[in-house]
């Protein structure tokens, strides 16, 4: 599984450097490429990328979200899980400004929460995390997806085991966020 941090939050630095991939790895990506540029629907490319991605990294859910009311929200487009029930679903609105979400809009870097229990003890407001631990999920990654140079949205993975992300990861999630882009 992942390097993960013991942090509670670690939003990776923009700067770091991007893994050499594995074969297996660069194979995928390719495989996305191919797949995207088809011009399938979203919510297809979606559940394509969770069954591709679950063989070459951690990956119990994936979501997809985007901006909406010039900026201040966010709006789950798309969700995708290995088990049920869902109590974090599609249609699930929450605001941007002042949330855990604003910095990764800001930074244009991914975020990763390896201890989503220890996040919530620390961030108790927050219903997304009290949703995604009623779930099972323990570690989160959220990246965002920019066209045009403009964030539209995040892509989340998120899996049941604890530490599941570190940099590898999180570079492999950014590669699929900027496929997703296209």
């Known amino acids: 599984m992942g390097e993960g941090s013991s942090e509670i939050i670690s939003y990776v630095p923009g700067s770091f450097q991007t893994p050499s991939f594995t074969t297996k790895e660069i194979e995928a990506l390719e495989h996305i490429n191919r797949r995207i540029a088809s011009g399938e629907t979203l919510g297809s490319i979606v559940d394509f990328l969770f069954d591709e991605m679950r063989s070459i990294m951690p990956c119990d859910r994936i979501g997809v979200g985007f901006i909406e009311e010039a900026g201040s929200r966010l709006s789950l487009y798309y969700v995708r899980a290995a088990y049920e029930p869902l109590h974090l679903d599609h249609g699930y609105v929450a605001d941007i400004r002042g949330?855990?979400?604003?910095?990764?809009?800001?930074?244009?870097?991914?975020?990763?929460?390896?201890?989503?229990?220890?996040?919530?003890?620390?961030?108790?407001?927050?219903?997304?995390?009290?949703?995604?631990?009623?779930?099972?999920?323990?570690?989160?990654m959220t990246c965002p997806l920019e066209v045009d140079g403009r964030?539209?949205?995040?892509?989340?993975?998120?899996?049941?085991?604890?530490?599941?992300?570190?940099?590898?990861?999180?570079?492999?999630?950014?590669?699929?966020?900027?496929?997703?882009?296209?």
Do not use: C, W
């Open 99 to 140: 949330s855990s979400l604003a910095p990764i809009f800001e930074s244009g870097r991914p975020r990763v929460i390896n201890d989503l229990a220890r996040y919530f003890d620390d961030h108790p407001g927050s219903e997304s995390t009290r949703l995604l631990l009623k779930e099972g999920v323990r570690s989160s």
């Open 151 to 182: 964030r539209v949205g995040l892509l989340f993975r998120r899996s049941r085991e604890p530490n599941a992300y570190g940099e590898r990861e999180a570079a492999l999630h950014m590669a699929v966020a900027e496929r997703l882009s296209q």
